[in-house]
């Protein structure tokens, strides 16, 4: 027992703590900068002993009381002459584009600055980042973009991270391999994609882009 190794943390552990961390930096206890380095390392934390020296300097949280609800108040259209109408209606549909571009530019802010950490990203474009045989693990990033990871035939992946309105795929690649050399992948992002591929399925996908070219 006391040679038992310690369990292994995933990704719903690692997002409890980045949202801790989320909070003490909006309440001020941590600056971008601080936050961006916690961050970094909690999506590259494996056990939960990796995971405590993070929060260790923040005070407990209270409870937060849940938001009362809204009274409802009766929503009364105002009469509108039939020249006036479309006028409101093309306000309202810009007033609702800005919110949603604020979102977006607000989303790109929080994350960009993980995303460039990596070293190895891809914003508005896309890459492809060939695993060595031996690694152990690899940290991509990805925005307005998308990142195709190589790896090995042989190996196992597993993936972490988190990609805000985008996917990370990993079917052949990350089947069960009892033995097999084991490599992680650590994506992080927004409005993108990682895909994790083998190298043969990497070869099969250029053959048929290949072959859709000269056709």
Request: hydrophobic share 35%.
């Amino acid at each position: 027992m006391e040679n038992r190794p310690e369990p292994r943390i995933g990704d719903r552990e690692r997002r409890e703590v980045d949202e801790r961390l989320r909070r003490a930096h909006d309440d001020g206890m941590l600056t971008l900068a601080e936050y961006d380095e916690r961050a970094q390392a909690v999506y590259a934390a494996r056990f939960r002993s990796d995971l405590a020296p993070l929060t260790a300097d923040l005070p407990d949280e209270a409870p937060r009381p849940a938001p009362a609800p809204e009274p409802e108040t009766a929503v009364v259209e105002p009469a509108w002459h039939d020249d006036a109408r479309p006028a409101q209606q093309n306000r309202r549909k810009r007033g609702g584009q800005g919110v949603i571009a604020a979102v977006v530019i607000g989303v790109a802010a929080i994350v960009a600055p993980g995303v460039f950490s990596t070293g190895q990203a891809a914003v508005f474009g896309s890459q492809v980042v060939q695993v060595a045989p031996g690694t152990p693990d690899v940290s991509v990033g990805v925005l307005f973009g998308s990142t195709k990871v190589v790896v090995p035939d042989g190996t196992q992946a597993t993936t972490s991270g988190t990609t805000i309105f985008g996917s990370t795929n990993c079917d052949t690649a990350c089947t069960p391999r009892p033995g097999a050399p084991q490599v992680e992948v650590t994506g992080r992002g927004a409005f993108g994609s990682i895909e994790v591929q083998t190298a043969s399925e990497a070869a099969q996908d250029q053959d048929r882009r290949d072959r859709d070219r000269d056709d």
